[in-house]
Structures are given as structure tokens and as C-alpha cells.
């Protein structure tokens, strides 16, 4: 989101401390997304499901900016940074006894044929053994390529559309962290359904959906 992150609101809406550790940061934020939940609400009353909307998207923005900064300094935003412990340096090695001159020489000695059949092995690699049909005709290996099928092309993953089934948003997205029978929550991003069936959705770039649109297209007049 841009402009500075008002975490204490955050906290509020919460009701937390700013020293709440991280698992209870999510214990509330799940708690309070259930509260504002659209089916916890009367039915008929719009204006009450609109502005429980809005609050539960402001939410959910805060609450990814939060495990954002949690990522990248290892502490929820208001909390203690982690202390860092130093390693203590190992004591030095004890140099290894030395061999014998007389053992040192035999295993000189043994390693000369292992070095001449690597040498040969390279240079063998190096100078393959032309093919003499091959060399006859440069033509040859160029037309049997030509014939050969192009090597097939792997379909494109289907983008996120109205209409998709929930086993097919679950095969794109994986599965949310938060899943309610009308709407899946994937961090500041979700998908709503309606009769099993996709009918709205909202991809923030805090944790943007996979193959979708910030939003989806307007739905075309059946006239």
C-alpha cells in the first residue's frame, strides 16, 4: 500500500499489544477476519455488508504489510528485535601425523596409470571417431534434422476467470490460508464464490493471485 503503514490501527482493530508475538498476531487477525465475515452478518441489511467489506479489505492489507515486515526483520512491526548469539571459535586442529617417505612414494607410483587413463579418456572425448558416411555427405545429418516433428509445445496454465470451479481455483492457487464456503482468503488477496462457482476476486500486489487480473473484467450485457 502506498504512503506509510498505520500499524496502530492495526493493533486496535486487533486489540493486541505491540509486543504480541507472531502466533498470536495471527490468532487475532483470524479471529477478526471470522467477526467481519459476510455470513456472520444479517442478511438484507447492504449497507452493514458494505462497510464490513471495506473494513475486512483495509485489514487484510494492513495484516500482509505486517507479515511483510516480519520477513524482512525477522519481528512484527513494534516488537523486540531478536538478539544475536556469536559462535564461539573452534580450537585449532591437531596437524596429522606424517606419513612415511617410503608410503608417500608407493602411492606416487600408483597414481601414474590412473593419470594416463584419464588423459586418454579426455582426449578420446576431445577426438571422437568420425562416421565416414557422415563425412561423405554434410547433407545427410541436415535432412534427417529437417524431417524429424517439432518438439511439442506444453500448454499454457489457464488464468484465473469467472465461472471456475473451486477444485480448478484450489489446482491454480493452492490451498488458502483462510477458507470460507463464499470466499478464500490468500493474504491481502481473495476470491469470492458464488454457487461453487467464481464470481469476484481482488489481487493485491502485497501477495499478488497467480495468472489474474487485479480485478476481474466487467461481465458482458446478456443482451
Partial sequence: MAGPVDFLRLYQELNLPAGANLEEFKRAYRRRVSEL??????RGDAAAARRAAEKLQELTVLYGAAIEFHA?????????????????PAPPSRPAPQEPASSSARRAWLGIPLLLLCGWIFWAA???????AASQDPGIEAAASATLPPPPHEPAQRALDLGMSMREVL?????????????????????????????????????????????????????
Avoid: M
Wanted: glycine fraction near 8%; aromatic fraction near 8%; hydrophobic fraction near 20%.
Fill in 126 to 132: 576431445q577426438y571422437p571417431d568420425e562416421d565416414p
Fill in 72 to 88: 524482512r526483520h525477522d519481528r512484527l512491526p513494534g516488537g523486540i528485535a531478536p538478539r544475536r548469539t556469536f559462535e564461539t
Fill in 171 to 223: 489446482a491454480l492457487q493452492g490451498e488458502p490460508p483462510i477458507r470460507g464456503e463464499t470466499r478464500w482468503e490468500y493474504g491481502p488477496s481473495w476470491i469470492s464464490f458464488e454457487k461453487g462457482k467464481v464470481s469476484d476476486w481482488h489481487s493485491s500486489p502485497l501477495r499478488p493471485l497467480r495468472q489474474a487480473s487485479q480485478n476481474p473484467p466487467p461481465r458482458k450485457d446478456p443482451r
Fill in 37 to 42: 465475515h459476510p455470513d456472520r452478518l444479517a
